[in-house]
């Protein structure tokens, strides 16, 4: 599809020759922006172009060289604005984007041709019928040129994945509750589609309730009555996105509103685009509250108690179990109990050296050069187990006070303490530091305020949908339900409360699906999200949300646990940081229940691959010792790694096949792209395409004489691809064979498959169709097959850096490092259709019984494609 309108900003304009454009380095400012029309909706489509750049380029290892902004359009041209769209990320210049990494990420040859083939997968969501595609400048410090960009929508025969969540409207009403600050403005924003335009689109019913339930009977103060409705908002759509603002002012008594969408006619559809925005009036936001001044938090809570008509008021703690420490029970289940921590004791986090906390810390500390040791340190989580040892408790809350000190809101000693993950941890330990503070002394007057100001800025990322379809979303509600408990003196604590509630019904409802299926393709993101519904539950005791959690959690957590392998591993896919027992994790977590994690080990099976996106088996027979196998190919996005397809083996009780690993959420730079690459996963792609955004599905299993093949298709190799990857796997776990088949049009196609093993692993190339590997007393032989195309033949990659876009033969153990290992490379190359794979085995009888299944029909026949 070609675009059917180009504009230009910052001095963007068409380029030198036909269909390409130039733009100029004015970062953020300069784009060209491409509208296409007619695309179609819940369809996956790429976008393509050549993006080109001068010889000189100084930030040639940008990794946000270019942004990509897209912004979704109705039929009539109107803007859509949806919270997730898959493949992309929500920014604040453009509705969603794509970062475009700078010349030394691009493939080889990129650098010396100045240019490279950009492409970007994504998910069109009904109702767009248009996307208006912008490229902006960013990193780059010299022109760049766009040359022939093209959007091509997949071929949805060739795509599988879940039904997207969408919020139709009908005549009954779809009731949501808040509760109301007292002589405070609600506002709630939102947005509409409706496919007729006109004055009955959709409206909103409102009723408000006072401190005890009871209604309170309209007429409302700004809100129209009727007879056959009581109290609404009308909400006519005079374009087909119509975006709204309810300003809601409660009339005397009121406590709670509950406000009902609804559709005026089952004829006309219509929907909203995402969970309404809520808020408080401007006035009460931390940006108005500040204004240009660097406040302290006593400051800051003066203002606000002064703005609430409280001139002076200071809002105390409650009782020290009032306030659920969900964060810190949750990480308990996950590390286990906290050892206590001395006052003066070394700090030693995640994962690095023991440092020693200066006596006045200025809070801007970072001695290990590493974002992860900065985010365990700013979330102040290690201050717990601090005051919970003998004589801890007044340093931690000398400490506690000193970091507010040092961090006026606008200007933090470190930028990483603004992050969610340590924004929200913090939070819940200043709420329980403030439990156990003296409650008429300075130091909980002081904290008091300091845990004002985190529930104003975790009201405000939950109350806009931040972070949506995210952990960082559950992280930021289930602190601000702890400040909505812990400060029930407040006058904004019961709106905070029920925010929180909301959001978290909300994400849960997103993340993990009725049907058990998870949106997150990370093992452990989906283990952390477990902990966190199930440690809630008690917290919520005699609440409808405690119900609710239960029934999506409980019947997940024996489903993780049948995916561990025989070493009390969950396997590598998707990002994962290091140095986590799982096996221990899931046994404490079970044991909330009442559940041994043994009984539920042996009798719980692998969930369903369809649900799950893994495929697992497990072999622990006396004396071969224990093997286990494993493949991930579940959907993935914008920020996750590159690796549907890829697997991970284990036999005779030694791991050899494994991941690059690591998470990309605490690593920077060329380490940071490498982990999320396909090339730090055992995949193959084609015609040295990396992995796009897409989805991947089981095609089928089938048993076979002592054997199982398994049928993995996915999409993320983009529209011109149609490929397949199909395992063998012996019932004993004593060896595997893994093909993969491309299909494109008829022209030269060739493909590399990648099998990284382990770091103790010595490799060997026999000759060009046998690679040895060896470990102690342990031999593994791979054999290359090409099935379809010629092979071309076997090259072992170790410990290669020499450009950022190049970097293959490490694995990660631990933060901020990469440990060299043989990366076994295999290619297969044809016309129009190619197949080939290795034949894993630990000896050759296994190699042989292998060759004879991959020989038989039932496996040909896939192998072919028949």
């Known amino acids: 599809m070609l675009p059917a309108a180009v504009h230009y900003a910052g001095g963007a304009a068409a380029g030198p020759a ?40 100084p930030a040639e290892a940008a990794a946000d060289f270019v942004l990509a902004g897209f912004d979704f359009l109705a039929p009539d041209g109107s803007s859509l604005d949806f919270d997730h769209v898959p493949g992309l990320t929500r920014t604040l210049l453009d509705p969603h984007s794509a970062w475009i990494p700078g010349p030394a990420y691009q493939p080889a040859g990129a650098e010396a041709a100045g240019a490279a083939l950009v492409r970007i997968a994504f998910l069109v969501p009904a109702p767009a019928r248009q996307v208006a595609v912008s490229l902006r400048s960013w990193r780059n410090a010299l022109p760049f040129e766009v040359a022939r960009p093209r959007l091509h929508p997949h071929d949805p025969a060739q795509e599988r994945m879940p039904p997207r969540r969408r919020r139709p409207l009908a005549v009954e009403p779809d009731w949501l509750d808040h509760a109301l600050v007292p002589g405070e ?16 689109a959709a409206l909103v019913r409102v009723a408000y309730h006072d401190g005890d ?34 300003e809601l002012a409660p009339p005397p008594g009121a406590a709670r509103v509950r406000l009902g969408f609804a559709a005026w006619d089952s004829d006309n559809p219509v929907e909203l685009l995402a969970p309404p925005e809520v808020s408080l009036a401007d006035r009460l936001r931390l940006e108005s509250l500040s204004g240009d001044d660097l406040l302290d938090a006593p400051t800051l809570a003066a203002r606000l108690a002064d703005r609430l008509g409280r001139p002076g008021e200071s809002w105390g703690p409650a009782g020290p179990d009032d306030a659920p420490a969900v964060l810190d029970r949750a990480s308990a289940v996950q590390r286990g109990p906290a050892s206590p921590l001395g006052p003066w004791q070394p700090l030693r986090l995640a994962g690095q050296p023991e440092w020693r906390l200066p006596e006045r810390p200025d809070w801007s500390e970072d001695p290990f050069r590493s974002p992860a040791w900065r985010l365990d340190y700013q979330s102040l989580s290690w201050l717990a187990a601090m005051a919970a040892g003998p004589d801890g408790l007044k340093r931690a809350l000398d400490l506690a006070l000193s970091w507010s000190r040092h961090n006026p809101w ?49 009201s405000e990322i939950v109350g806009q949908n931040t972070f949506a379809r995210s952990l960082h979303q559950i992280h930021a509600a289930v602190a601000l339900l702890a400040v909505g408990r812990g400060l029930p003196a407040c006058p904004l604590a019961g709106f905070w409360s029920s925010l929180a509630r909301l959001a978290l019904r909300e994400g849960f409802d997103a993340l993990l699906g009725p049907d058990g299926a998870f949106t997150e393709p990370s093992l452990h993101a989906r283990l952390e999200l477990l902990t966190l519904g199930r440690v809630l539950i008690p917290a919520l005791a005699g609440d409808d949300l405690a119900t609710f959690l239960a029934e999506r959690t409980g019947p997940a957590v024996p489903a993780l646990a049948g995916l561990l392998d025989p070493g009390g591993r969950l396997p590598p896919f998707g990002d994962g940081p290091h140095g986590v027992d799982h096996a221990g994790w899931i046994g404490r977590l079970l044991a909330l229940d009442g559940r041994a994690m043994v009984a539920e080990r042996a009798a719980s099976r692998a969930p369903a691959p369809g649900a799950a996106g893994v495929i697992a088996a497990r072999y622990d027979a006396p004396g071969r010792g224990w093997g286990h196998f494993a493949c991930g190919f579940a959907g993935q996005g914008a920020q996750d790694h590159r690796d549907c397809s890829s697997f991970v083996f284990a036999t005779g009780g030694a791991r050899w096949i494994v991941e690059a690993a690591g998470s990309g959420q605490f690593e920077t730079g060329a380490l940071r792209q490498y982990l999320l690459s396909s090339r730090g996963h055992n995949v193959a792609h084609p015609d040295g395409r990396e992995q796009g955004s897409g989805n991947g599905w089981l095609v089928g299993s089938t048993r076979l004489d002592g054997a199982v093949l398994h049928e993995i298709a996915t999409s993320v190799h983009g529209p011109e691809y149609r490929h397949r990857r199909i395992f063998v796997v012996l019932d004993d776990l004593g060896g595997l064979a893994v093909f993969d088949r491309f299909e494109t049009r008829d022209r030269p196609v060739g ?12 490799v060997a190339l026999a000759n060009p169709r046998l690679a040895l590997a060896g470990r102690e007393q342990r ?36 933060p901020g490092a990469l440990r060299p290992a043989s990366l076994l490379r295999y290619t297969v190359s044809g016309r129009g259709r190619v197949c080939g794979g290795v034949l894993v085995a630990i000896d050759e009888a296994r190699e042989q019984r292998l060759a004879a299944l991959v020989a038989g029909e039932a496996v040909a026949r896939r192998l072919a494609g028949e």
């Open 185 to 200: 403005r609600l506002i709630v924003r939102g947005q509409l589609f409706a496919e007729e335009t006109g004055d009955n």
């Open 410 to 458: 606008g200007r933090p000693s470190d930028g990483l303490s603004l992050h969610p993950a340590a924004l929200s941890a913090r939070a819940e330990v200043l709420i329980g530091l403030l439990a156990r503070a003296e409650p008429e002394g300075e130091a909980a007057r002081l904290l008091a305020a300091e845990v004002v100001r985190h529930g104003l800025a975790l």
């Open 213 to 246: 339930g009871a209604e309170i009977a309209p007429p409302y103060p700004e809100i129209v009555s009727t007879p056959a409705f009581g109290a609404l908002v009308d909400l006519p759509a005079h374009r087909q996105a119509r975006r709204f603002t309810l």
């Open 779 to 814: 031999r593994l032989r791979l054999v290359p097959r090409a099935i379809l195309g010629q092979p071309g033949g076997l090259e072992v990659v170790n410990g290669r850096n020499d450009r950022p876009g190049s970097v293959q033969g490490f694995v990660s153990r631990r």
């Open 751 to 762: 493909f590399e498959g990648l099998l990284h093993l382990a770091p103790d692993a010595m």
């Open 18 to 57: 036909e269909d390409t454009h130039a733009v100029p380095a004015k970062n953020r400012w300069s784009r060209v922006a491409l509208t296409f029309r007619d695309v179609p909706a819940e369809a996956w489509c790429s976008f393509v172009c050549r993006l080109a750049w001068e010889p000189d380029e």
